[in-house]
């Protein structure tokens, strides 16, 4: 029979002690992991919160921001609708609104154009309970008779060898044979053989040549303030007028007045006096004027008769964006017979006559070489530069539209009333 051991007292209560302080530490390794578990849970749960919170109001402002900047938009775009129907309307409504769109309000304010400068428009847009504000800002600038290379009252003919860069545009029909880079306009049919680079555009609007009146007495109105507005001569018993001669020299102009021509086109001149070109950039005439020389600064000559062309018109700098108009209230003639005129002939300038043509003054049997004309022409009635049997004009002839009249055009230059607006930029603020 076997017996029971017995441990002695002293092992069994060292073995217990272990025991208990083995199960002590495993409360406190317990205790502490819950606690760090719990403040971890915290943590995220707090960042939670916060990016809720964050990603709320984040979603709020991009709301906000959206609204207003929407708002803006359609106060630029109402003031636009406004302009179209009326391009004088920033005149007498500087200002648009406010008005209320929703939970939205916008209003525009609008800064006159002033010489070449665009017509500018401020939108403002208010989203009052998200507290949000937007500004967009646009410019502006109307269609001018610059904007064309051919502009005409008229029919336009083009041979085969016409290679034309930049816009037609007619109040009749157009006839192609030749080759159109840009696009084409007419009031009635666009056909021919030709080349038609561009997009055609028949049943076009037509463009209203009466309202130039009013552009003219406006160009008047300003010269006179300018100081470089030109009467009518009065003759003498002694002399006899026939116009004033204008030569264009940087950002000066020498005047004088003409008292005669010769047959070979020699100009007899009196009483020249030197003007500086002014801020308007605008000198008028109420009889005919020559104009020639080279500019260096934003110029319109204008005049209520004819405006003749003895010699070179170009820019002093290639480089520069300044642009001269020449505006006639009758013709704009190229004086092709003038002894004087170079074999090869270049004007720099955007051409208009209002009730006329822009053409050469042909006279048997004298011929120029060449003929490069980089500007515009707008006119009443289709005009040359030479005569069918090459006996007299110019026997090449290059036309190129200068994009410059595209972004600068002359000051003052009569609009084209379409309903139809350039818009420069349109950014936020």
């Known amino acids: 029979m076997m017996r029971p051991v017995r441990l002695p007292a002293r092992i069994f209560g060292c073995a217990l002690s272990k025991m208990v302080a083995r199960h002590r530490d ?8 819950v606690m760090a578990v719990a403040s971890i849970l915290f943590m995220l749960t707090t960042m939670i919160l916060m990016l809720s919170s964050n990603l709320m109001t984040n ?38 609104g406010p008005t209320t769109l929703g939970d939205t309000v916008w209003e525009v304010t609008s800064t006159a154009p002033v010489g070449t ?18 500004v967009v800002q646009a410019t502006v600038r109307f269609p001018t008779y610059a904007d064309y290379m051919f502009l005409s009252n008229d029919y336009l003919n083009f041979g085969s060898a016409a290679v034309v860069y930049g816009k037609v545009r007619s109040n009749s029909y157009i006839i192609n044979a030749g080759t159109f880079k840009n696009e084409s306009y007419a009031v009635g049919t666009i056909t021919g053989s030709g080349t038609f680079e561009g997009t055609k555009y028949p049943g076009s609007v037509r463009v209203d ?6 552009d003219m ?50 100009r ?26 080279n500019y260096a600064a934003m110029v319109t000559v204008a005049s209520s008769a004819n405006i003749k062309i003895p010699n ?15 505006i006639a209230g009758n013709e704009v003639l190229v004086m092709s017979w003038y002894a004087g005129m170079p074999t090869n002939m270049i004007i720099e300038a955007a051409m208009l006559a209002q009730t006329g043509s822009v053409r050469a003054e042909l006279v048997i049997p004298k011929t120029k070489s060449s003929l490069v004309i980089n500007g515009s022409m707008a006119d009443y009635k289709m005009g040359g530069f030479v005569y069918s049997d090459n006996s ?12 410059r009249l595209n972004i600068y055009p002359p000051p003052f230059y009569p609009r084209v009333r379409t309903g139809a607006l350039k818009v420069s930029t349109w950014v936020e603020q």
Do not use: M
Not at 234 to 261: D, F, P
């Open 26 to 33: 495993d409360e406190g390794i317990t205790l502490a992991t």
């Open 59 to 96: 979603t709020r402002s991009q709301e906000g921001r959206t609204k207003a900047l929407h708002a803006a938009d359609a106060g630029l775009n109402a003031y636009l609708f406004e302009l179209r129907r009326n391009p004088s309307y920033f005149v007498s409504n500087p200002t648009l």
């Open 117 to 134: 400068e665009p017509l500018k428009l401020r939108a403002v847009g208010t989203v009052a309970s998200l507290n949000t504000v937007r």
């Open 209 to 214: 040549y009466s309202q130039i009146t009013q």
């Open 217 to 266: 007495a406006d160009i008047k109105t300003v010269a006179i303030a300018s100081g470089t507005n030109y009467p009518k001569l009065t003759n003498t018993t002694s002399i006899t007028y026939s116009g004033y001669e204008v030569v264009l020299q940087g950002t000066s102009a020498v005047v004088s007045k003409v008292t005669g021509v010769s047959s070979t086109g020699v």
């Open 268 to 293: 007899t001149l009196t009483g020249a006096v030197t003007v500086a070109i002014p801020a308007s950039g605008v000198l008028f005439f109420d009889q005919d004027v020559w104009v020639s020389g």
């Open 312 to 326: 070179l018109i170009q820019a002093t700098y290639a480089d520069r964006p300044f642009t001269c108009g020449l």
């Open 392 to 403: 007299a004009g110019f026997l090449s002839r290059s036309y190129t539209y200068s994009q």
